[in-house]
């Protein structure tokens, strides 16, 4: 058992590596650790050592080459302000980033590897950067609990539940290039640190708060509030009056401290002031905070992300508040003004759920607040109660791990998601193909269906087999003898100037899964395709078993009145698909409905 707490951090490093393992492909386009926004957050490094380009230029360059050719990963990082085109992001991560990346270019060079930044030894090392600084941060998770009054055993414990009750997981081994493990790692040993001050008095400490809290903030301004949580941490723990204070009466620790700090600042200041002339821009174009209209509960329990809803071990840690009032009023109403300015602050962003894939990213930077609170709560228990609260605590652990792997293999969609979305993905292990459209959005419906059972005219009908059906007793089999099932050929109906969707649903079976099995939906006008839609199915279509899926897409706005559109299932590969019981709407909807179309899932009207 010593042996186990002793080398906890590494355990759960190995943990994430298997993880990262087995769920990522960073060799393929479409799974590359550099994603989303860490695009945006990388490209400081491959503009400044390769491209010599501070005006990232380069973009179309590693999108083309790396990244899917349908480009729906493309992230649009460059704000364009007058005096020149900014990176919205700020350069904290770059600055994190630096030795890897340094690490990464020279082996390129030895290991063949194309030398532009984007090839797999640097998408690699920037995966293995998120595992190291996850790794340090658990490391100094451990010995700030130990320092508020956790025994070896609880510390260790308490770490496990970070790293796998909670979507820090999800944010280190699927979304290593988010900024947020660093955030987790770079708080708490700021946290660590304060804790180190305040006991001992030596300088050094106060010097590495201080470069810290700068790093803290070149990252994420907002998480500068964190300098709030000095004064929680001073009540909280031992300390050296006498030597604390005399090292802050000496001029040098201080001057060192305040120079580094203003050094790690400038940096995106000097960034921008090169690139526009101006020392002081805002990045982030018309994305602005509400200050007004706070998302104060719903960043907290609503089913689109809200952090306790996906997080539960962080609101059952909120009953360490009570073991902290106990021991420090102070502590505690300082504590509470700091999570309500950063709640508050965190849900006035505009789009205040942050696109989260999986819970509410933006509370992963702290914590280590949760881990200190959950160290109150069990020290609040005597020893039945505290031996309760760690098979619940541990329950809630395993939780989170299912939902994990549901979120990591997408059986949660990547986006907005409501109360009937979390539902019907609650008990899935895999991605479902549906179609979230309230009937509030809908101003009028055009339906037709086919069973399969009788000729309705429709395409393709020679491929109607007995051999298997879902309902009835025929359905229609797409095979390499026959690659395209039956389908609906029609004219559109409704004006150019409607906002259109088409949806399609059916039931499908393969007797082994699909490689290349699409429902397509292809436009055409005058006679010439003009917008070629596939929905791939092996994502959906489960081995020998009916499978429901559902999908939509947007009517093409410049179409002309008397434009078509042919519908089908089409399957290249040597898998038999079966399709049964299609049905197809064509709807106009309401002007005002605000929707998306992410792989095949229309989310609902907001």
């Known amino acids: ?61 590693y999108e083309n080459k790396y990244y899917p050719e349908n480009r729906y990963q493309f992230k649009e990082f460059r704000e364009h302000i007058s005096g020149g085109p900014v990176n919205k992001y700020f350069p904290g991560l770059a600055v994190l980033w630096l030795p890897f990346f340094l690490i990464a270019h020279l082996l390129s060079f030895l290991l063949g590897f194309p030398a532009d930044g984007y090839s797999l030894v640097y998408q690699i090392s920037i995966q293995f950067a998120a595992l190291f600084y996850f790794w340090l941060g658990i490391v100094f998770l451990i010995r700030l609990l130990k320092k508020t009054g956790a025994t070896p055993e609880m510390a260790a414990f308490i770490a496990f539940l970070i790293a796998l009750g909670t979507n820090l997981v999800f944010f280190t081994v699927i979304e290593g290039s988010m900024g947020h493990v660093y955030s987790f790692s770079l708080v708490t040993i700021f946290l660590y640190s304060v804790v180190k001050f305040f006991e001992t008095g030596y300088p050094r400490w106060l010097i590495l708060s201080c470069l810290l809290w700068s790093l803290v903030v070149i990252i994420r301004p907002t998480n500068g509030l964190i300098i709030l949580l000095v004064p929680f941490i001073y009540s909280l723990v031992k300390r050296d009056e006498s030597s604390w204070q005399a090292a802050l009466l000496k001029v040098w620790p201080v001057v060192i401290g305040l120079a580094c700090t203003f050094l790690v600042i400038s940096i995106p200041l000097l960034y921008w002031y090169h690139q526009t002339g101006s020392f002081f821009v805002y990045t982030y174009g018309q994305e602005k905070f509400d200050f007004l ?83 109150f709560l069990l020290n609040i228990f005597q020893e039945k109660g505290k031996k309760l609260s760690v098979i619940l605590l541990t329950a809630l652990t395993g939780f989170s791990c299912l939902q994990f792997y549901q979120h990591a293999r997408f059986a949660f969609p ?71 099932g039956v389908g609906l050929y029609n004219v559109i109906p409704g004006n150019p100037s409607d906002n259109r969707i088409i949806r399609i649903s059916a039931m499908v079976y393969t007797v082994n899964a699909p490689s290349d099995a699409s429902l397509v939906i292809d436009f055409s006008q005058g006679g010439k395709s003009i917008s070629y839609n596939p929905f791939y199915l092996n994502a959906y279509a489960l081995r020998q078993k009916w499978t429901r899926i559902e999908t939509a897409v947007q009517v093409p706005h410049d179409l002309m009145k008397e434009a078509s559109v042919r519908i089908y299932f089409y399957n290249p590969s040597e898998n038999s698909l079966y399709t049964d019981d299609m049905k197809v709407d064509f709807l106009t909807l309401y002007d005002t409905p605000d929707f998306r179309n992410i792989e095949g899932v229309l989310l609902p009207c907001r």
């Open 293 to 375: 209209s706070p998302h104060f509960f719903s960043i907290l329990f609503s089913y689109n992300r809200g952090w306790f809803i996906y997080t539960p071990i962080a609101f059952v840690s909120l009953g360490g508040l009570i073991g902290i009032f106990r021991k420090s009023k102070r502590s505690f109403f300082i504590l509470l003004v700091f999570l309500f300015l950063f709640i508050y602050i965190a849900s006035s962003w505009w789009m205040w759920y942050y696109t989260s894939k999986f819970g509410q990213r933006i509370f992963i930077d702290i914590y280590a607040l949760t881990a200190i609170l959950l160290v």
């Open 1 to 61: 058992m010593k042996y186990l707490v002793r080398h906890t951090p590494e355990i759960l490093l190995l943990i994430y590596i298997f993880l990262f393992l087995a769920l990522r492909h960073p060799g393929q386009s479409w799974d590359r650790p550099v994603n989303s926004d860490g695009k945006g957050y990388y490209a400081y490094l491959p503009a400044l050592f390769i491209y010599h380009d501070p005006g990232f230029h380069f973009v179309e360059y």
């Open 414 to 484: 990547a986006a907005y998601i409501t109360k009937s979305v979390y539902w019907d993905s609650f008990f899935s292990l895999h991605p479902k193909a549906r179609v979230w459209l309230p009937d509030n959005c809908i101003k009028s419906a055009f339906t037709f269906s086919n069973d399969m059972e009788q000729p309705r005219g429709w395409m393709n009908e020679g491929s109607i087999t007995s051999e298997r059906a879902f309902s009835g007793k025929h359905a229609s089999l797409i095979s390499s003898h026959q690659l395209y």
